[in-house]
């Protein structure tokens, strides 16, 4: 897996690739936070009070569930292939 816009050199070939015919990349990027593909995991995050507002109001993922706690926090759970996007997500938006 690669991202484009971390692409540094070019080179144009005569060489060609085809994807399998039934490949469907939706189908295959479905589960991922971001852009990796790994193993699937069930990932659930307690959201503090604080983070509840922004992290509630917007669709991280297609598998998100959200629910409201008794505190004002969220809980949001995820199914997600592989681990290291995601956590990278948790860590941006704690102390």
Known sequence: MFVLDR???LKVTDERFDPPKDFD???FMRHSFKVMHDELYTVKIRI????????G?????ES??????????????????GLDEIKRWILSIGP
């Open 57 to 61: 109001e917007r669709i991280w993922h």
């Open 64 to 81: 998100q569930k959200v629910a409201g706690l008794a505190d004002g926090g969220l809980g949001i759970a995820f199914r997600v292939a």
């Open 7 to 9: 692409i540094k050199m």
């Open 25 to 27: 990349l939706n189908e």
């Open 48 to 55: 503090s009070p604080a983070w509840a507002r922004w992290v």
